[in-house]
């Protein structure tokens, strides 16, 4: 019986997606699934509908993840591509975007 209840634990716990998301970081993915899966994927997985528009979870700590981004969310956001539209969240919303950013990156081995 003891055998039993540790082989359904295990199977319990490796059977819990390792993307897992709390209530702040659902809400980032609902906001971006609004504004953004147009051209983005936004989950863990699939390609871009727009084939030049990154998948957010490929985004290095250089490229967007930097101490700053949650206030450039607040100011509002831009970039230099044309088809971009320029998007301002509040505070609350711009912290779950970047939880939920946070918690889907694919992180690159080291060497």
């Known amino acids: 019986m003891k055998t039993f209840r540790l082989a ?7 059977s819990r997606s390792s993307h897992a ?3 702040e970081q659902q809400r980032g993915k609902t906001l971006l ?5 147009r051209c983005h994927a936004v989950g863990v ?13 490929t985004f290095s700590d250089q490229k967007l993840y930097d101490e700053d ?3 450039r969310l ?10 971009m539209p320029t998007f301002q969240f509040d505070r609350d919303d711009a912290e779950a ?6 918690a889907i990156r694919v992180r690159k081995r080291p060497k």
């Open 8 to 14: 359904l634990l295990l199977l319990l716990a490796s």
């Open 21 to 23: 998301l709390d209530s």
């Open 33 to 37: 699934q609004a504004l953004c899966s």
């Open 45 to 57: 997985t699939g390609a871009s509908p727009r084939r030049y528009a990154p998948p957010f979870r």
């Open 69 to 71: 981004f949650a206030q």
């Open 74 to 83: 607040q100011t509002g956001l831009s970039t230099i591509h044309p088809d």
């Open 97 to 102: 975007v970047v939880n939920y950013l946070e």
